[in-house]
């Protein structure tokens, strides 16, 4: 994807030149790479940045909650669309280290007023903040996606959003993911798709007959 913005054009550059410098320490690791996952990006890609950039363009949603922040690749693509629709973006990370790395990137794109990111256990802060949310980006560790699905349901806003990333890869995160699933089908109040892109994008709208929108 190309940016507009020349300075998110260079930090994007830098992501993908890691992005490929870790793909290939981690074909090297093997199953090894596991243990040492908190240096290494994760990130949702290229294709699904793309998705979630246009999606938040097209949308227009006014508040963008992250579950898992990482090192900052997604929260690039997300702030970039939500600068240009005057949006904000909350992003949530448990690691200090991965947070300040994020942060510096962000500034550097000039991208730092769009974000605000907050510093611990996402289930737990999701709690306090009693806001409503327009969009959700899910790609927390696995095994936390239906306590995080748990926590901000309340508060999607009607024709809110979830995207939920690793529906499909990694094969490891299968019996979560299956466990996910479930829980956004036992959600009446939730439309949904799975997207073949990237590593599996589950996408749910909140949409229910008491929508004072309708
Ligand atoms: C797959 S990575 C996120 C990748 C990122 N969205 C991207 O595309 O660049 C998942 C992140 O969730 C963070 N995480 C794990 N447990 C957490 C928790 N309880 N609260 C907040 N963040 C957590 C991990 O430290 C890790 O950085």
């Not at 349901?153 to 995207?163: Q, R």
Request: hydrophobic content about 50%.
């Amino acid at each position: 994807m190309n940016f507009e913005d020349p300075r998110v054009a260079a930090v994007f550059a830098r992501y993908a030149a890691r992005e490929v410098a870790d793909a290939a320490r981690m074909r090297e690791l093997g199953p090894a790479g596991f243990a040492v996952r908190d240096e290494f990006l994760l990130p949702v890609g290229p294709e699904v940045g793309a998705f979630l950039h246009a999606l938040i363009l097209a949308k227009r949603p006014r508040r963008i909650l992250e579950l898992g922040t990482s090192y900052g690749y997604s929260t690039l693509f997300l702030a970039d669309a939500a600068r240009s629709v005057g949006a904000q973006v909350v992003t949530m990370e448990l690691a200090d280290y991965k947070q300040r790395f994020a942060r510096e990137q962000l500034s550097e794109a000039g991208l730092a007023d769009v974000v605000d990111f907050r510093l611990g256990d996402a289930v737990a802060m999701i709690a306090e903040d009693a806001g409503e949310w327009d969009m959700i980006l899910l790609d927390i560790w696995k095994e936390l996606y239906v306590p995080c699905l748990d926590a901000f349901l309340p508060h999607l806003a009607d024709e809110g959003i979830i995207c939920a990333d690793n529906i499909v890869q990694p094969v490891f995160s299968r019996p979560e993911m299956r466990l996910y699933r479930a829980a956004v089908e036992a959600c009446p109040q939730l439309r949904t798709t799975l997207l073949p892109i990237g590593s599996g994008i589950e996408l749910s709208v909140r949409w229910s007959a008491d929508n004072p929108k309708l």
